[in-house]
């Protein structure tokens, strides 16, 4: 099947730590973006990507890095300077950044920090 | 600035009608998208509107209106699982996708 995964689906960490979500999609779509969702807010784009080796910020990249070294996996970082990074956080994909099909969403991971 | 607005949640009774409205201001307009969102889970998409009128698919119409900037979500006979927020998102001049804040809806037996 394909499809969206993240990993892992519930994350805890300390105050001043970097962490990694894990983005993967077999679904051979070009286009990758990272999600933020906070309670009575809308989703915010953190980061997104048209294409291998390349990638852009969105509306709230500050605090946050990617990469995109493979078609598959869009890997999120939070790092320590992001000042308040508990949230869901949603992977989602397209075939294409310009076109009119619709994004497919992972599962979803939520952060927590302690 | 960009913007969009949906009703923060609403009530209804299984088996009824139920109209979830939004509207929006963008820069730009490359069509509108409702997904449903069950709690913790991610959001699924449900349909595309990107000229005005109507689109049916099942018991889900959407509707867009763009000289009015709105477009609403019918969702008919309702079932306990329709129970789930829904989300407005709007695809603006540079290809992104501007999210409303959601409606809740609760059914009610």
């Known amino acids: 099947d394909g499809g969206i995964t993240q990993s892992p689906k519930y994350l805890f960490r300390k105050e001043g730590q970097n962490v990694t979500l894990s983005c993967e999609q077999n679904l051979n779509h070009d286009a990758m973006y990272w999600y933020r969702q906070d309670p009575g807010q809308g989703l915010r784009l953190i980061y997104y990507s048209q294409i291998v080796n390349d990638f852009q910020k969105g509306d709230i990249a500050e605090g946050y890095s990617v990469s995109r070294e493979k078609k598959e996996s869009f890997p999120l970082t939070v790092t320590s300077a992001q000042k308040n990074p508990t949230a869901f956080y949603l992977c989602?994909?397209?075939?294409?950044?310009?076109?009119?099909?619709?994004?497919?969403f992972g599962p979803g991971t939520r952060l927590t920090v302690l | 600035g960009q913007n969009i607005d949906q009703p923060t949640e609403m009530t209804a009774t299984e088996g009824a009608i139920v109209q979830i409205n939004c509207t929006y201001q963008?820069?730009?307009?490359?069509?509108l998208f409702w997904y449903q969102q069950h709690a913790g889970e991610a959001p699924t998409f449900l349909s595309y509107n990107v000229l005005d009128g109507l689109e049916e698919k099942g018991r889900f119409s959407s509707f867009l209106s763009r000289s009015k900037g709105y477009s609403y979500l019918l969702l008919k006979e309702l079932q306990m699982k329709d129970s789930a927020s829904y989300l407005c998102a709007v695809r603006d001049s540079n290809y992104q996708l501007i999210w409303g804040a959601g409606t809740k809806l609760i059914i009610k037996p």
């Open positions: 989602a994909s397209s075939i294409q950044l310009a076109d009119y099909n619709e994004q497919f």
């Open positions: 963008t820069s730009g307009f490359n069509g």
